[in-house]
């Protein structure tokens, strides 16, 4: 079984900045994708941002420009970086992994590991 913890999380005034940071029982770089979700007060969870193995990157449109996905390879973490926060951005942030594998009768074999979810209130 795979683990995913997030950590990070916290509370930051209109206009600052946090980053979130997730590690795994294993190392990042050897998932296909992963991703920051967040999941908003009676609101539905939303992929925030993802990142490919081979670093691709892409963007909710309402992060777009303000939040950063990386990598850190000496480190071995996953970060979000998050800028100009708003009140809207307010939610419990999940990272998430996905791996893919071909099983012995050449079937897809597919996995989803979430973090636990670390909260994060932009309020002054």
């Known amino acids: 079984q795979v683990h995913v913890v997030e950590s990070g999380g916290g509370l930051v005034q209109p206009g600052g900045s946090l980053t979130l940071s997730c590690s795994a029982s294993?190392?990042?770089?050897?998932?296909?994708?992963m991703g920051w979700y967040r999941q908003a007060p009676g609101a539905q969870r939303e992929l925030v941002a993802s990142?490919?193995?081979?670093?691709?990157?892409s963007y909710a449109d309402s992060v777009q420009d303000r939040f950063t996905i990386s990598k850190d390879r000496a480190k071995d973490t996953l970060f979000l970086q998050m800028t100009r926060l708003n009140p809207e951005d307010t939610a419990v942030y999940y990272c998430?992994?996905?791996?893919?594998?071909?099983?012995?009768?050449?079937?897809?074999?597919?996995?989803?590991?979430w973090g636990q979810g670390v909260l994060v209130t932009v309020s002054s």
């Open positions: 998430h992994a996905h791996e893919e594998y071909i099983g012995l009768d050449l079937e897809t074999l597919s996995y989803d590991y």
């Open positions: 990142i490919t193995a081979g670093g691709a990157t």
């Open positions: 294993k190392s990042v770089f050897s998932f296909n994708t």
